[in-house]
Nanobody
Framework: QVQLVESGGGLVQAGGSLRLSCATS????????MGWFRQAPGKEREFVAA????????YYADSVMGRFTISRDNAKNTVYLQMNSLKPEDTGVYYC?????????????????WGQGTQVSVSS
């Protein structure tokens, strides 16, 4: 079973920044595409960002484009989500997940394993 551990969530003022990390001990990390999703209370989990295994191709939800940056360090088996200019509507539990194959990385079913989530709360 692949284990993913997110960190870096917390409370932040609107306009502030947070950097989320997702680490795994999975030996084949380099072969995985990685994604970040978030879920607010009473809402479905939604796509935030994804990155291909090489790190050269990224995808973003329209709502975070230009504010969030996904990156990865394959030597450290870690994926990051840099979140700038945070808004209250960014509040939610953020999850990282792994994917293999040719599925659309903007949909949850593309992912095989999920982390436990980390809370991000943005106040106005």
């Amino acid at each position: 079973q692949v284990q993913l551990v997110e960190s870096g969530g917390g409370l932040v003022q609107a306009g502030g920044s947070l950097r989320l990390s997702c680490a795994t001990s999975e030996r084949t990390f380099r072969s995985y595409d990685m994604g970040w999703f978030r879920q607010a209370p009473g809402k479905e989990r939604e796509f935030v960002a994804a990155i291909r295994n090489s790190g050269r191709i990224t995808y973003y939800a329209d709502s975070v484009m230009g504010r969030f940056t996904i990156s990865r360090d394959n030597a450290k088996n870690t994926v990051y989500l840099q979140m700038n200019s945070l808004k209250p509507e960014d509040t939610g539990v953020y999850y990282c997940a792994t994917s293999q194959g040719y599925s659309d990385l903007k949909r949850g079913p593309a992912y095989d394993y999920w982390g436990q989530g980390t809370q991000v709360s943005v106040s106005s």
